[in-house]
């Protein structure tokens, strides 16, 4: 599947996970208070549509992790492309960047590294330096544990392509924002999967910031009423 169309049906399928669970929820709550129901068929009910829920969050978590690795793999495979060095002067000004970046990132260290080599506008430098950083972090990080160690890494590294995407060229500016879209897209959904299996006003802000423009979660007063014969009929089912 194309990178693009991943990352947009990804997104549709997030977002279609948050109206899907706040439905669910409210139809949890309207059973829960409405006293038409005795207590243990409205547990029955709350119970059912709670299971419903949660298969359809694994569901969604599922199908989105696996769209989202296929563009990330496309991303990849696009990124290493366009930065293999195809002609004799850009192997050698490959060449010249390992040493000019090996001695600025001893000197600086790999932020500052960044900021002198965005500064000049040197492409092969940046490149040099993104492939550089698991080695330099993997040394000076060496008693760290290996998840802290990966989070770095990932920090640099993408605080290195913000600055190489001002500078690089269309291809890879475009594989550069579609590999930072597919990480908006992670966080978002770990975001909108916390929120569907228990809402609260704290993770709603955090769902609002990771998927912009969604729908606000239905208040438990304002649930819709459930007929009672729909819910005699989804019992029965």
Known sequence: MDPENSTTEADTAIRDLITQADAAHAEIQTYRNDTRYRPEYADQLATKARDNLQQTIADTNTRVQEL???????ADVALAKTRTPTS???????????TRVRATLDALGPASAAEVLAEDGDVAGLRELYAAIPTYTAVALKN???E???AHIAELRASVERRLEAVASPEEQAAIRGRARINDLRAALDSAVSYS???SPTK????????????????PQQAPTVPFWQALRDYQQ
């Open 68 to 74: 989202l690795d296929s563009a990330a793999r496309d």
């Open 197 to 199: 299996f228990s809402p």
């Open 204 to 219: 709603a802000i955090a769902l609002g910031y990771s998927v912009p423009e969604v729908n606000q979660p239905v208040a």
């Open 144 to 146: 760290e544990p290996a």
């Open 148 to 150: 802290n160690r990966q």
């Open 88 to 98: 004799p002067e850009q192997i050698a000004a490959q060449q010249l960047a390992s």
